[in-house]
T-cell receptor
Framework: DAKTTQPPSMDCAEGRAANLPCNHSTISGNEYVYWYRQIHSQGPQYIIHGLKNNETNEMASLIITEDRKSSTLILPHATLRDTAVYYCIVPRAGGTSYGKLTFGQGTILTVHP | DAGVIQSPRHEVTEMGQEVTLRCKPISGHNSLFWYRQTMMRGLELLIYFNNNVPIDDSGMPEDRFSAKMPNASFSTLKIQPSEPRDSAVYFC?????????????FGAGTRLSVL
């Protein structure tokens, strides 16, 4: 997997947007960026993924820079339930590596009242 | 849909005993993954199956660990004999289709304590 770098922790006020950055400067042209989160004592949860265009779903938005070397996950109106560890993952594309996710240390997001 | 179901949720055993963890993937999903999470090593992929066939077991720590998927709705991860260093949370995940293996749905995990 392409190496990803995330800040170890971030804080956010409830109701405000949470912007979680990820650096993936060694990403290859056909590799996607995936975001997962893990709420305490639960299994990881898929959030969103993208290749080069910005993506939005009911959970979050994903902004990928034009050079694809970094991305930002945006939770538009954070709630206390969004407190979790957020993982940015860039899996190798294709072959037997397809489906092999490498979870790093992630970013611990704490949403405050 | 009930999601990925793992059992038991908690398991406490003594060193040397056999431990079997169970997983029922989401119906219709054709890929299944076993992960282990510890404070020291984080979340690691142990093995994954595609259409009930093991594809990559390079993450299995040693011969004491084995995994099977006898049919599309059931998988087991067995540790024999168990050791204290096997204490961890074990997650099972499934993925819906060939073109979306990186979108995985995780179970609630089994917390294993080996005394």
């Amino acid at each position: 997997d392409a190496k990803t770098t995330q800040p170890p922790s971030m804080d956010c006020a409830e109701g405000r947007a949470a912007n979680l950055p990820c650096n993936h400067s060694t990403i290859s042209g056909n590799e996607y960026v995936y975001w997962y989160r893990q709420i305490h004592s639960q299994g990881p949860q898929y959030i969103i993924h993208g290749l080069k265009n910005n993506e939005t779903n009911e959970m979050a938005s994903l902004i990928i820079t034009e050079d694809r070397k970094s991305s930002t996950l945006i939770l538009p109106h954070a709630t206390l339930r969004d407190t979790a560890v957020y993982y940015c993952i860039v899996p190798r594309a294709g072959g037997t590596s397809y489906g092999k996710l490498t979870f790093g240390q992630g970013t611990i997001l704490t949403v405050h009242p | 849909d009930a999601g990925v179901i793992q059992s038991p949720r908690h398991e406490v055993t003594e060193m040397g005993q056999e431990v079997t963890l169970r997983c029922k993937p989401i119906s219709g999903h054709n890929s299944l993954f076993w992960y282990r999470q510890t404070m020291m090593r984080g979340l690691e992929l142990l093995i994954y199956f595609n259409n009930n066939v093991p594809i990559d077991d390079s993450g299995m720590p040693e011969d004491r660990f084995s995994a099977k998927m006898p049919n599309a709705s059931f998988s087991t991860l067995k540790i024999q004999p168990s050791e204290p260093r096997d204490s961890a949370v074990y997650f099972c995940a499934s993925s819906p289709r060939a073109g979306a293996k990186n979108i995985q749905y995780f179970g609630a995990g089994t917390r294993l304590s080996v005394l």
